[in-house]
């Protein structure tokens, strides 16, 4: 937390550090529960998803096996988004 409303907090991604204050007026779209990543707006979750899963697909990014062998298909509706791309965790 950052000071005494309990409202406010600060939110740090396992993966990318701090990522920025959430207070009643600036809410994110979606936050990971497993490695606290913060998808801002939907368009950012939609975007980090199709690029970071392409990565993963082709062998560039650290995921683990049992999703690289899932296979990978780019998504353009956030609701078909289960899990975060940083960590794997559901939401």
């Known amino acids: 937390m950052t000071g005494q409303d309990p409202t ?3 939110i740090g991604c396992f993966f ?3 990522e920025g204050d959430i207070t009643p007026e600036k809410q994110p779209y979606r936050t990971c529960g497993e ?3 913060i998808y801002w707006t939907e368009d950012q ?5 199709n690029s ?3 990565k ?9 096996d049992d999703v690289l062998s899932c296979g990978f298909t780019p998504e353009l509706d956030s609701s078909e988004i289960f899990y975060c791309i940083w960590c794997a965790h559901d939401f």
């Open 56 to 64: 993963a697909f082709w062998g560039s990014a650290p995921l683990p």
């Open 8 to 10: 406010e907090f600060d």
């Open 45 to 49: 979750l939609i975007s980090e998803y």
């Open 52 to 54: 970071e899963g392409e």
């Open 16 to 18: 990318h550090g701090f």
């Open 35 to 37: 490695c606290g990543h």
